[in-house]
């Protein structure tokens, strides 16, 4: 699976952004999918999990009723709305893939098989 993150940009406080992971290969239906996060000087973080159905997610607690993570198999994509952004929120954020379809899989970054580029996301004040 190769993945490709797209969508971030700079926004203000309290606005809203949505990125999206485009897939290829035939194992992406299959795959529980993850989106984590680094921002500059601390450790990449878990932020949000969904299943290969599409039917279970999992958040970190930061972002908790503010982000929701989605999913279109027919499209090969995996997508993050990200709503009343935060300062805090700025960072990186990667879209991986893990092999196993369960959703709780896809929130550990060592047990993710695939990752994509990142995209950068930066909310100002």
């Known amino acids: 699976v190769q993945l490709q993150a797209s969508g971030g940009g700079l926004v203000q406080a309290g606005g809203s952004l949505r990125v999206s992971c485009a897939a290829s290969g035939r194992t992406f239906s299959n795959s529980a999918m993850g989106w984590f996060r680094q921002a500059p000087g601390k450790e990449r973080e878990f932020v949000a999990a969904?299943?290969?159905?599409?039917?279970?997610?999992i958040y970190a607690d930061s972002v908790k009723g503010r982000f929701t993570v989605s999913r279109d198999n027919a499209k090969n994509t995996v997508y993050l709305q990200m709503n009343s952004l935060k300062p805090g929120d700025t960072a990186v954020y990667y879209c991986?893939?893990?092999?196993?379809?369960?959703?709780?899989?896809?929130?550990?970054?060592?047990?993710?098989?695939?990752w994509g580029k990142g995209t950068q996301v930066t909310v100002s004040s």
């Open positions: 991986a893939a893990s092999t196993i379809p369960l959703v709780a899989a896809a929130t550990l970054s060592y047990g993710m098989d695939y």
């Open positions: 969904i299943n290969w159905s599409g039917g279970e997610t």
